[in-house]
């Protein structure tokens, strides 16, 4: 008997009290999205629309973009917010929910996009994807840090014990957020092209500008939980 779907449930209180809901449905065990795509998308998914540059997909085999093919659906609901107004958001997952109050509409939308693209099939972004079985909305950047090079690190143990050379120098880490840093910058012309307010695009940014950061700064960053470990 298959496995129910591992979830994540995110729920808006938008303003004028305006409620929104997304759950996003995942493999439980390649955390892929279930979801289907739409049936009629939008001139903005088309792959050729701003594709990425880094982008290995092409146009005969995949017609669309497979983010933001996902992402239809929430581009639409934040269409018309300002990445400044104020929104509450409900995060729910099988094993707890976080609540967050008064928060900005990007910043609360920033994690659930997050969700979406990494899970969304991009062959770029997936590389990121183990991070969500562990999701923790709202997160400071130096706990997404933490979890991003946990996880990372976790992956070259099992890299290890089928036999592979790891990396423990998290030199390829670095170069996972250097081709996201790119998805990020060329997807946020199609988001300016899908919505007349700038809450879905102002929530790439600020993906964005920690995926640009960590390349060149991750060391630093994170001697700042080097204490944790001290004898």
């Not at 979830?7 to 409620?19: A, D, N, S, V």
């Amino acid at each position: 008997m298959p496995s129910k779907p591992w979830f994540i449930r995110y729920e808006f209180t938008l303003p004028e009290g305006k409620q929104a809901q997304f759950t996003v449905n995942l493999d439980p065990k390649t955390l892929a999205n279930l979801a289907p795509p739409p049936a009629s998308p939008p001139e903005w998914t088309r792959l050729e629309f701003q594709q990425c540059p880094n982008c290995p997909l092409k146009p005969k085999d995949c017609a669309s973009c497979p983010v933001a093919l996902q992402l239809c659906d929430v581009v639409t609901e934040f269409a018309h917010v300002f990445s400044f107004e104020r929104v509450s958001a409900k995060v729910t997952v099988p094993e707890r929910a976080y609540i967050a109050d008064n928060v900005s509409a990007q910043g609360a939308l920033s994690s659930l996009l997050g969700v979406y693209m990494v899970t969304s099939g991009c062959p770029l972004l997936s590389k990121m994807r183990p991070m969500v079985r562990l999701h923790l909305p709202f997160a400071a950047e130096i706990e997404t840090l933490a979890r991003s090079t946990s996880m990372y690190l976790l992956g070259q143990y099992f890299v290890s014990k089928r036999g592979g050379t790891p990396d423990w120098t998290l030199g390829g880490l670095a170069e996972n957020y250097r081709q996201t840093s790119v998805v990020n910058r060329a997807f946020a012309k199609r988001l300016r092209a899908a919505a007349p307010k700038d809450a879905n695009v102002n929530a790439l940014i600020r993906l964005h500008a920690f995926a640009e950061a960590v390349p060149d700064t991750i060391e630093d960053q994170l001697q700042e939980l080097q204490f944790l470990f001290e004898p």
